[in-house]
């Protein structure tokens, strides 16, 4: 019996690259010319036949065709059964990636909602359920009560999970898997309500970083257009961050990266629950925009309703909380030189009435301003991101390693 | 006649791992085999022979040969001599990176200080001749005296230039390979100077940021044992930072990346030349603290001596300049989750009367500071590192590259 959960470690992820840095060994070789097919019918325009993928991969047609036929058995790709070309000998099929084959199970757990998908390997959204208010002590039960429900559906639809991932606001011990820093979050109990999660899928599931996800999420839905390098606010009661830097996620020594929330704005300002003072989140995280608002009890989801409305105080809570970011992102724009800087999670929706303050303070902090700045806008995946960036996750997983796929797959 | 200096940026930067990711093209194929074959003899910890490196690549024996014969015509490698091994048939001698083969020139322009060397292809510092106190107006010419010592002496040496590089603090335009931001530096006629400096050696230029060369410069200097992902602080009146990320150099978009002087600490705070106020330079830059130490007006050398003998206004001024330096670090950790923060430049002999300062700031204010903090300690390199960087970047494209070499070097 296999731990069912696992920490998704930066060193442990495959890397399509490191085969190529120095020679292939025998045992690899084959998964890596798995997955470089593999890629290349993902990456393709239209789908590629046996002989277009020997071009673009520079194996040979018998090799490509060896491996398409592994890839067919585990139902990695299958044939569009429409001859992509006319021409002289056996008419060739296209090749896609097959939308039965293996798909990934994506939860979020956050203060104020939960939510779980099932995406194919196409990127489809097969299941969504969402959940909102179900913080307190019932949240982890109805977190596995939703996987369930999803896992449910998938199985309707044949569809054959092959892993799980759960995105959290929060530090993840990289050893063990657990949270290690919660202040916004309850997290008892949740190593018990993931093994659950496990069995129902008969998966391992990881867990990681939301804002990571959410930034891995954007860099995918965005495809070529996606910055080279960008840092992806997760606003929420607290503020993550994700960064995508030189086109690869960035994760840090322990996968501890982003934590833009307890950059420190203010020293000596208003204290955290982290223990510092002055840290980004007690002037721009939901809560503390509430709060400056005057109306801290008030529904998280209520800010932007009232800003539309024109509330005097709801717009200089939300001026001060975009000066905020901005001297926050300036200092992070100033170290890494980015080309972009996306609002996602609750501040996507938030934009509107943030990217002119924020502007504003890099215009006057940020060097180099004058002669280019990176664009401030709001994600594109709006409040989803985390949840499908960790069900893109675990199909990133078998995209990287088909191998490991088709040997894990239960055989008939 | 080609145009005499460039800009190194990150995205023509050869990198030994592109070829891998796909089908390797023919005309890029030998370039690449050169590179392995090259790179595995550089990274050897005993001379290999032509059938260790065989083994070690993964290449034929025929091919390895073929290719060390041409890297020997190139001087890149050359013979020890000596066989690496009794046994039957021909003895095999051993293969080391060729000492009178390229070189490269490494230049430092600095407010208070210039510096010049020329750095074989082992890394061995073969010149070096550095000055003091010379900001103002001669400073370029004065410049070009250094260089063109070392030049003449590099050719008594016999060793051929295969580039020039330039460390500068400020930003360069990566287009045009200008400085657009020298807020503490003379950068007139700067362009004359490097076209000057080219024609002395008859290579081409590039110019970066210094603190970026400087970290490159630290990681090489400890190989295997240099921490993945680390900030190295490159501290003079202006503070710099150089960011290596996961075992790459991070440049960012325009190559901009590691301003750190220019992060705000203390918003509202002193104003900058930048523009902008309470940025980090205005508090732990060398002026900043001669200047809150009360003699503003004194040598930039002297604070360390003055510290060292007890002077109570210099150590509380270090002290302050330790805070604001944690306050900035916290936040750059809290995003980028590193292994490690190196002090370099002035702040390296600084680092007795930073350390605790800056710790301080890290358990308060970085997240999961209580699981697991990074290190805080000096360069290794001291102030020669931003110097030892620019030469070694030189040298790193002729071990990245070494087909440009070949094709480049003149016949005879």
Redesign the interface.
């Known amino acids: 019996v296999r731990h069912p959960f696992e920490h998704h470690r ?1 060193t442990d992820a495959p890397r ?9 060994r025998t045992g690899s070789l084959r998964a890596h010319n798995l997955a ?1 097919v593999l890629r290349a019918v993902a990456a393709a325009e239209a789908p590629p036949s046996r002989s277009g993928l020997a071009a ?4 040979t047609r018998a090799s490509v065709s060896g491996l398409v036929d592994d890839l067919l058995a585990g139902r990695l790709v299958r044939e569009t059964g429409v001859p992509t070309r006319s021409g002289v000998g056996r008419p060739s099929t296209g090749l896609v990636l097959d939308e039965e084959g293996p798909a990934g199970l994506g939860l979020e757990l956050n203060v104020d909602h939960l939510a779980v998908c099932v995406v194919d390997l196409t990127g489809a959204v097969r299941v969504r359920r969402t959940a909102h208010g179900t913080s307190g002590p019932g949240q982890l039960d109805a977190l596995v009560t939703l996987a369930s429900d999803a896992v449910t559906e998938a199985g309707e639809q044949r569809l054959a999970l092959s892993g799980a991932a759960l995105a959290v606001p929060g ?1 993840v ?1 990289p050893a063990t898997g657990e949270l ?2 919660t202040p916004n979050l309850d997290a008892a109990g949740l190593r018990g309500a993931l093994t659950r999660v496990a069995g129902l899928g008969g998966v391992r599931i990881m867990i990681e970083n939301e804002a990571t996800l959410a930034a891995r999420a954007e860099q995918r839905a965005l495809g070529s257009a996606a910055p ?2 960008f840092l992806q606010v997760s606003g929420e009661v607290g503020i993550g ?1 994700g ?1 995508v ?2 086109g ?1 996620l ?11 929330g ?6 000596g300002g208003r204290g955290c629950g ?4 002055g840290c980004l989140e007690q002037y721009a995280g939901q809560q503390a925009i509430l709060r400056a608002a005057g109306s801290p009890d008030d529904a998280l989801g209520s800010i932007a309703d009232r800003a539309r409305a024109g509330e005097p105080g709801m717009l200089a809570a939300l001026a001060d909380a975009g000066e905020a970011l901005g ?2 992102l ?3 724009l ?6 972009a800087v996306v609002l996602g999670g609750a501040h996507a929706e938030l934009a509107p009435w943030l990217v002119e303050p924020i502007e504003a303070q890099l215009v ?5 301003a004058a ?2 700045r ?1 664009v401030v806008r709001p994600s594109t995946l709006g409040a989803d991101a985390a949840m499908l960036g960790a069900a893109w996750s675990v199909l990133d997983r078998v995209l990287d390693d088909p191998a490991r796929w088709l040997s894990d797959e239960p055989s008939g």
């Open positions: 930066a399509l690259s490191a085969a190529g840095d120095g020679p292939a470089l673009r991969t520079g194996l530090l011990d290690l820093v080279r390098s961050a960064l830097l030189d690869q960035y994760r840090g020594r322990h996968g501890w990266s982003g934590e833009l307890h950059v420190t704005v203010w020293p982290c223990g510092s003072d001297i926050a300036a200092g992070a100033n170290l890494l030189d980015l080309d006057r902090r940020l060097v180099g002669v280019s990176p």
